[in-house]
T-cell receptor
Framework: DTEVTQTPKHLVMGMTNKKSLKCEQH?????MYWYKQKAKKPPELMFV???????INESVPSRFSPECPNSSLLNLHLHALQPEDSALYLC???????????FGEGSWLTVV | QQQVKQSPQSLIVQKGGISIINCAYE??????FPWYQQFPGKGPALLIA?????SEKKEGRFTISFNKSAKQFSLHIMDSQPGDSATYFC??????????????FGAGTRLTVKP
């Protein structure tokens, strides 16, 4: 079982709603990631936090806002999303000095 | 910005057969090549990984073959089982010394193992 925990597993939201996805890891990893995955496609990198600082933002629209409250937690705040934003959102983590990235089970997001 | 090309897109294998998935990369700076297995409704799970200084790595029924000069690597699943039916992604990662050392994924291969 993955040690990266994501909540909620499923989320349905309207285009005017504000919601958040949450991620937690207790492996002591210092890098955390958000990926977006559409059906039958590979994961696409959205954000990277390294030592709780945002180090990579892959030109993601501002309606997605990441937050890293501490080294174990990662949030993705969602506001004014579009139906095309419906996807599986994956959180991942890796240890400094290691290449291995571990994924959570993902949060299925549907925007109506 | 596809830097890793994966084939085939889908693969059907009989139980007990060998499944082979191929990947090719462009950037010679990549120094870590993992394979992920993803079941429907689940996140990708690391299956096996290799570094370019090794030509082959085997873990159970899963083997990675790596050809540095050809910039290609492949996953072999021996004695394929119906439970292996999943989507497989190859990936490549830049060294940690790079500022942008995120993972670049192949397009994925949907494997079906028929009983």
């Amino acid at each position: 079982d993955t040690e990266v925990t994501q909540t909620p597993k499923h989320l349905v939201m309207g285009m005017t709603n504000k919601k958040s996805l949450k991620c937690e890891q207790h492996m002591g990893h210092r890098a955390m990631y958000w990926y977006k995955q559409k059906a039958k496609k590979p994961p696409e990198l959205m954000f990277v936090y390294s030592y709780e600082k945002l180090s990579i933002n892959e030109s993601v629209p501002s309606r997605f806002s990441p937050e890293c409250p501490n080294s174990s937690l990662l949030n993705l705040h969602l506001h004014a999303l579009q139906p095309e934003d419906s996807a599986l959102y994956l959180c991942a983590s890796s240890q400094g000095g290691s290449n291995t990235i571990y994924f959570g089970e993902g949060s299925w997001l549907t925007v109506v | 910005q596809q830097q890793v090309k994966q084939s085939p897109q889908s693969l059907i294998v009989q139980k007990g057969g060998i499944s082979i998935i191929n990947c090719a990369y462009e950037n010679t700076a990549f120094d870590y090549f993992p394979w992920y297995q993803q079941f429907p409704g689940k996140g990708p799970a690391l299956l096996i990984a290799i570094r370019p200084d090794v030509s082959e790595k085997k873990e159970g029924r899963f083997t990675i073959s790596f050809n540095k000069s050809a910039k290609q690597f492949s996953l072999h699943i021996m004695d394929s089982q119906p439970g292996d039916s999943a989507t497989y992604f190859c990936a490549a990662r830049l060294p940690l010394s790079y500022n942008n050392n995120d993972m670049r994924f192949g397009a994925g291969t949907r494997l079906t193992v028929k009983p």
